[in-house]
């Protein structure tokens, strides 16, 4: 018998923050990997380290327009979208067209190429929920004309398309709701509490809370949330799926951790809390303890000891 070919992962958005640790962790596992990107908001370097490795292969482009692809493809991940608060305002056009026109052109491709297709959603189609932890059968709270609405409204879009493609076309679909994550390779201006927490804790500047610090989050790191796309990625789970960690921390806290690990001599500075910014953020993770066998492991301050190490290393903007 001969030797079975190699499976291809198509990832649109590579070289962003989780598309370029996904790019990493397919690589690792011997996938051959296409990694797409237009550099909205990716970076060069997230995946300069891969560019002479064989199974990897990088192509500059813009999903929301006509492209296309030779060859065989097994598995379509589609990650192209700016996904903190100041890229996708600043962006906010190209985020609701890459949720839109680029989900529908990757969804084509998909039942062009017969490839399995995975759609990066988020935990921000709950809005501001009202239901606390958040289960995946709870419709959301969201506000579709405020401000964070071209990314709510562009993944709960998003959503919808592909669903439907499945029960049209038949065509075999994942969706992954992707609850607040952290690690390497995050952008220090992109306005995220982490990334800014420990830049400006670097710096011994103020850490700058938006509201009185009350609201909760739940962070996941990088590593833990790839494994679960990758599990979601080869199980047989059409309906949509949330990955976060379950562990609940108020921005406040968070923000005193970031200074105590970092030695930092920073105060903590607040400021008028954002339109619809949710109060609380927790997944429930039931569905994927079940049916993935998932649950993060990394523990908070492993996590945000490792990510500040990697920050160390990096010339500081914030």
Not at 79 to 105: C, D, Q
Not at 133 to 153: F, I, T
Not at 233 to 257: C, F, H, Q, R
């Amino acid at each position: 018998m001969g030797k079975a070919r190699r499976k291809v992962v198509l990832i649109t958005g590579g070289a962003g923050f989780i598309g370029s640790h996904l790019c990493d962790l397919l690589v690792n596992k011997g996938y051959k990997v296409i990694c797409l990107d237009n550099f909205v908001t990716g970076k060069i370097e997230n995946i300069k380290h891969l560019l002479g490795n064989p199974l990897f292969e990088f192509k500059k482009i813009d999903v929301s327009g006509d492209f296309s692809v030779k060859g065989k493809v097994d598995f379509i991940l589609h990650f192209a979208s700016p996904a903190s608060p100041v890229e996708y305002l600043r962006n906010s056009i190209e985020t609701l067209k890459v949720g839109s026109f680029g989900t529908y052109n990757c969804l084509n491709l998909a039942r062009l190429k017969k490839a399995r297709f995975l759609l990066a959603s988020t935990s921000e189609i709950y809005g501001d929920p009202l239901e606390h932890p958040q289960k995946e059968s709870y419709w959301g709270n969201v506000n579709s004309v405020g401000p964070r609405s071209v990314y709510d409204e562009a993944k709960r879009f998003a959503e919808a398309i592909t669903m439907s493609y499945h029960r049209e076309h038949k065509l075999d679909t994942r969706i992954v709701r992707i609850f607040n994550t952290y690690g390497p390779r995050m952008q220090s201006e992109d306005g995220r509490a982490v990334p800014s927490f420990i830049v400006q804790a670097l710096a011994n500047k103020p850490l700058t809370i938006q509201g009185d610090g009350s609201q909760t989050r739940s962070f996941c790191y990088i590593s833990d949330l790839v494994e679960g796309i990758f599990r979601l990625m080869n199980s047989s789970i059409n309906e949509p799926v949330n990955l976060g960690n379950p562990t609940e921390v108020s921005i406040k806290k968070l923000a005193t951790i970031i200074i105590e690990l970092t030695h930092s001599a920073s105060a903590i500075k607040y400021l008028p809390l954002p339109q619809d910014d949710p109060a609380r953020r927790r997944p429930d993770i039931s569905r994927a303890r079940k049916y993935l066998n998932w649950r993060p492991k990394i523990d908070l301050e492993d996590g945000l000891m490792a990510t500040i190490n990697w920050f160390k290393n990096r010339p500081l903007r914030y």
